[in-house]
């Protein structure tokens, strides 16, 4: 037989947890579904990591599922994700840091796109960025994100 203190402290336990429920289902829905471009062309390492911190704060407030994120990658700002022996040793922990963000977001669905032009102008193979891949890769970093407007993208600078 449960006593009555412990059937109220139950009780109390499940409406806690119903209202916390309740409450992000709540904000999800506030916000709805989303199209975001990231824009990163800056060469600099905290511009960069707190760019990415913005993205999963992002997905923290709409959920993963009402989140369709690209970060795009062009100029200066590809300087910032390139893996070792490119890295910039002078900023390698925080290169560890923005690794495991672009690793942790890609889990969640976030794309990240790199330009081409920006590759080939600065003598970069797709092996010298930081987990990417032949479909990363985009023809122009403007050009993409311009086009990602046109389909209903909404555009974010950090």
Known sequence: MIKSSTKISIISIIVILTTIFAGSMLIWAKYGKQ????????????????GL????????????????IRAVFHGNGVMTILSAPK?????????KEIQ???KNL?????????CKN????????????FDAKDSDIVPSG????????????AYVKP
């Open 35 to 50: 199209k975001v471009v990231y824009h990163f062309n800056e060469g600099k390492y905290k511009i960069t990591l707190g």
């Open 53 to 68: 911190r913005n993205i999963q704060n992002h997905i923290n407030a709409v959920g993963k599922e009402n989140a369709e």
């Open 87 to 95: 890295i910039d040793l002078a900023n390698s922990g925080l290169t």
């Open 100 to 102: 495991k963000r672009i």
């Open 106 to 114: 890609k889990k969640q669905g976030v794309k990240f796109n790199i």
């Open 118 to 129: 920006t590759l080939k102008g600065k003598k970069i193979t797709i092996n010298d960025v």
């Open 142 to 153: 403007v050009a993409e994100i311009a086009h990602l407007q046109t389909q209903g993208f």
